[in-house]
């Protein structure tokens, strides 16, 4: 099975940007689905983006649309969750997830087959 291991996250202010990646283990990586989802503290997870294996499909949450681009590289087997323009409101775990069905990635995310182990993200105001 697919792991997925995430990376960039950190502290930025208000305004700033971060780029997240997230390394898939196999090369079965492009026969799968890709999506992020953020917990933020006491609130349950949320959807943020997703991405169908060919680039066909493409969804963002309303709070980020405009703002985070979801792009994947499959010769490297990562995704990545560009985030402009950060808000204190985006302030939380960000986890990677993967699945062979698309629809997989929204919620309640029950059936989804693989999650990351999530980096922090923090936006100071």
């Known amino acids: 099975q697919v792991q997925l291991v995430e990376s960039g996250g950190g502290l930025v202010q208000a305004g700033g940007s971060l780029r997240l990646s997230c390394a898939a283990s196999?090369?079965?990586?492009?026969?799968?689905?890709m999506g992020w989802i953020r917990q933020a503290p006491g609130k349950e997870r949320e959807f943020v983006a997703a991405?169908?294996?060919?680039?066909?499909?493409?969804y963002y949450h309303d709070s980020v649309k405009g703002r985070f681009t979801i792009s994947r590289d499959n010769a490297k087997n990562t995704v990545y969750l560009q985030m402009d323009n950060l808000k204190p409101e985006d302030t939380a775990v960000y986890y990677c997830?993967?699945?062979?069905?698309?629809?997989?990635?929204?919620?309640?995310?029950?059936?989804?087959?693989?999650w990351g182990q999530g980096t922090l993200v923090t936006v100071s105001s």
């Open positions: 997830a993967a699945d062979r069905d698309y629809a997989d990635l929204f919620p309640p995310f029950v059936d989804l087959e693989v």
């Open positions: 196999e090369r079965t990586f492009s026969n799968y689905a």
């Open positions: 991405r169908s294996w060919d680039g066909r499909n493409m």
